[in-house]
């Protein structure tokens, strides 16, 4: 038998992908990613420096400036720096001496995160591994002199089970061959070809992301980006071909239509069970990706929120990704950190109705407000956000039959709870919020056999 038949037949025959969208679309998403249910973001390069306004600082900084306009971005600069004082400066000041991957690793899987995706380059360009195509304006040439792209992806792969994946921004505010391109109306590809392509590449090879997670498409149609050009190759021959998913933003026109997974906009949540599967990428700071020096708690989502967050987005089909923006020396602050353990211990005891669910066949109650189902492994999981009146909750009716019971996780003895039925509802009668020990929200585990 031929070597390439024996391989087509036991299902491992070389992908073949061609280069356009219908090809591309075609690509089953590999079944980790839907699994994994919750990643961590990290925002992270020199707009952690100034730690001010957002990771647009730069940008932001520079409109203003040319529009003659105070503001709080050039009061900052004007009051706090000396005259001539450039954005590039900050990159020496990139310093990372306080970055200690293991313990980020630690943190992240303590949170209940299956993988990871870290900025590998934003908008400004600066690159957070030594690559040949950023000259000067990487993490190894200046500020901290380290690879930490590659430092992150070693401690999650050596002491977690987490996936790892990489942010990557297409275009670059300022990069002179983008604006050349830009001043072509697009008919010149310098900048996609000469640098984006190659340096997406080396990225890959590099650092093995399982995830490729594009951005900055917005200005550009994906013909601009070669973007179906290097999805062919990250699908048939990359090292990741096997595991690897990418997202939606390839292309002015690509978002909610073509890639692997949807992102949609950020902070994307529709509340409905979507067919394709999608991700919500939301911050811990409401108001910000990157690290802002300002930041006041009142800014920050509470635990409360972002369990709901999460279970809405998992009750429709999404995964989550949760962005925390560390600081410029390499620390998260204890603001995120203790958010991110809360979620951890919070996981601990309810997971079962997270990772590895499947949407039910309602995904919320229209009656009741706050409860959000999800389904695995035969039972159906009721997350409960809100407390009902005089404490009786009226469910849809999973096919429960006389002898199954409801438990509440985590609540030990106190985890039964009474229960009847009525035509294609129950009614569920909660305990005494103080005589169960569960973290609040509950979730009620469903039996969804018949006997
Ligand atoms: C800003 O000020 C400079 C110098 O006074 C002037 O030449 C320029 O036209 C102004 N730009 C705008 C957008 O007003
Ligand atoms: C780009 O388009 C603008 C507006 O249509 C036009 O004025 C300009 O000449 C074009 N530039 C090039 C280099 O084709
Ligand atoms: C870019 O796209 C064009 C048009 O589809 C194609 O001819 C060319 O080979 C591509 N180049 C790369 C480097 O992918
Ligand atoms: C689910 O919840 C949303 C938001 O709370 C609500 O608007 C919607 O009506 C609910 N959907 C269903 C099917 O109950």
């Known amino acids: 038998m031929k070597l390439a038949l024996l391989l087509s037949l036991l299902g491992v025959a070389a992908a073949n992908y061609e280069p356009t969208w219908d090809s591309i679309d075609s690509r089953p998403l590999p079944e980790w990613f839907d699994e994994a249910k919750i990643g961590i973001f990290v925002h992270w390069g020199v707009f952690s420096v100034p730690g001010f306004g957002s990771e647009w600082f730069w940008k932001h900084w520079q409109d203003d400036l040319k529009q003659n306009k105070t503001s709080p971005y050039t009061k900052l600069m004007a009051e706090n720096y000396r005259p001539g004082f450039a954005y590039h400066d900050f ?114 090879e590099a650092y093995k992301p399982e995830i490729v997670w594009s951005d900055g498409e917005w200005e550009a149609p994906d013909t601009y980006w070669n973007s179906t050009h290097f999805l062919a190759w990250l699908y048939n021959d990359s090292p990741v071909r096997e595991t690897v998913l990418v997202n939606d933003r390839w292309g002015s026109d690509t978002h909610g239509k073509h890639g692997g997974f949807f992102n949609w906009a950020d902070k994307f949540n529709p509340g409905v069970l979507l067919e394709h599967k999608w991700e919500n990428a939301m911050s811990l700071d409401r108001n910000s990706w990157g690290y802002r020096r ?68 309602f995904q919320n109650e229209t009656e009741q407000a706050g409860v959000w189902y999800t389904q695995r492994e035969g039972y159906v999981y009721a997350s409960v956000l809100q407390w009902p009146e005089n404490d009786l909750l009226v469910l849809h009716r999973p096919q429960v039959g006389p002898n199954n019971q409801i438990l509440i996780l985590g609540a030990g003895d106190a985890s039964i709870v009474k229960w009847h039925a009525i035509d294609d509802r129950i009614d569920v009668t909660l305990p005494r919020m103080s005589r169960v020990s569960a973290p609040w929200p509950w979730v009620l585990k469903l039996t969804d056999v018949t006997n």
């Open 91 to 204: 990159g020496t000041e990139f310093t990372a001496e306080l970055f200690d991957p293991d313990k980020w690793a630690e943190l992240f899987h303590n949170a209940g995160a299956k993988y990871v995706v870290l900025t590998s380059k934003h908008h400004d360009g600066f690159t957070l591994w030594p690559s040949k195509y950023s000259f000067g304006w990487n993490s190894k040439d200046i500020g901290s002199h380290r690879d930490l792209v590659g430092e992150l992806a070693d401690s999650v792969r050596q002491y977690t089970d987490m996936r790892f994946g990489l942010y990557h921004s297409l275009y670059e505010w300022f990069n002179p061959l983008w604006l050349q391109d830009k001043e072509n109306n697009l008919t010149t590809q310098e900048f996609a070809l000469g640098k984006i392509l190659p340096e997406m590449k080396e990225l890959v």
């Open 294 to 361: 300002t930041i006041q708690v009142s800014e920050v989502y509470t635990v409360q929120e972002l369990i709901k967050e999460i279970v809405e987005t998992v009750s429709c089909g999404g995964n989550i990704l949760i962005n925390v923006g560390p600081t410029k020396e390499g620390t998260i602050i204890p603001i995120f950190q203790e958010r991110l353990l809360q979620l951890g211990n919070w996981l601990k005891i309810n997971g079962d109705a997270i990772y590895s669910s499947k949407p039910w066949t």
